[in-house]
């Protein structure tokens, strides 16, 4: 997969711009608050709907513009396709794949992409919550199947807990979980099903990665901790055990008017040799454990759909130290990944020969070549 090209109408801080990829690096250099992060959050948008830094379309407008654009093209396995995105400030944006129109639903999974942000270094340290989102977005961009459902179950969830606080102010009665449970607890299994079939291919991948980084002093672990197992092992079917434990639960869910258990609790535990990375890794095995899951989750995508994703580097190479940004970029161009790279430094990229750079200041783009950006 490669994405060929860009152009932004009235997004961020440009006006217009227009953009053609190389097959290989793509390095963006400027100081900060110039845009280059901006043409990263596109791509990123144009593959996953949303902003990995803003919740609203509105905050994605240029300013005093009543409107914006995107429009990416791409190839996936040498066909040539195209997304185009129009977002206003007072109402709905539209998406069109291949000039047809398409909802949210239909888009996951035609572009794939991973992100290594400065903020994915609290992957290990952080709430449970990130790690879960991690583990969606992967799992959702090789198998739309599961973002559906997982959709499903969010509303579930949703309307659950609604009806929880319904029974607390004695509004509804207590037999109405009966209704809700079993639906709940179906979904709740097969997503349960799928994380844990993706943590074990997981598991194995950030392994390989992590030895190649700690030059085979480290072996990392990824385990999926289901919420409630730990004092009610599941002996056998997962929709049974959800619908019991959701069963027996009740009491306490309607007292803190919200659902207990279910994958939207559960968490995912690092480990290197042995040692819990969140309580008492180092920051240098932290580091080395995200870098080793996201070389991992590029290789998951390739084995769910076949081709690498774009990867996208927002600034990292100034939370890496040298050798492990020698690392990165030697996996990057061995496996010719095409990567879209934002730094503030030229510097980071001495030891390597490869890659087309481009001076990115106040909005807009200028073109270089193989080799150092011009000043």
Known sequence: MKVSSLKLVDYRNYEKLELKFY???????????????????????????????????????????????????????????????????????????????????????AVNVVLFAPDDL??????????????????????????????????????????????????????????????????????????????????????????RISGNEENLSIAYQIKGSENEPIAGNLKIWYNEMLTRSGEEDVYRGVTGIGPHRDDIIISVNGINLRSFGSQGQQRTGVLAMKLSELEFIRSETGEYPILLLDDVMSELDAGRRQQLLSFIGREGIQTLITATDEAYFDMQSVGRYFRVAAGSVAGAGYGKADG
């Open 23 to 109: 097959d290989d690096l793509n390095i963006f250099i400027g100081c900060n608050a110039q845009g280059k992060t901006n043409i990263l959050e596109a791509v990123y948008y144009a593959a996953c709907g949303s902003s990995f830094r803003s919740s609203t379309d509105s905050e994605l407008v240029r300013w005093n513009a009543p409107g914006g654009s995107i429009s990416l093209g791409f190839q996936r396995f040498g066909v040539e396709n195209q997304l185009d995105f129009t977002f206003y400030r007072d109402k709905r944006r539209t998406i069109a794949y291949n000039g047809r129109k398409i909802s949210v639903k239909e888009l996951i999974g």
């Open 122 to 211: 609290q992957l290990i340290k952080g709430a449970p919550a990130g790690r879960r989102r991690f583990l969606d977005m992967e799992i959702s961009q090789a198998s739309p199947a599961y973002y559906h459902e997982l959709i499903k179950y969010n509303r579930l969830l949703q309307q659950r807990n609604s009806l929880l606080k319904e029974i607390r102010e004695r509004r509804a009665g207590r037999d109405m979980l009966e209704y809700w449970n079993p639906q709940l607890a179906e979904s709740a299994a097969k997503i349960t099903a799928k994380r844990l079939e993706a943590v074990k291919k997981f598991n194995m991948l950030a392994n390989l990665m992590q030895k």
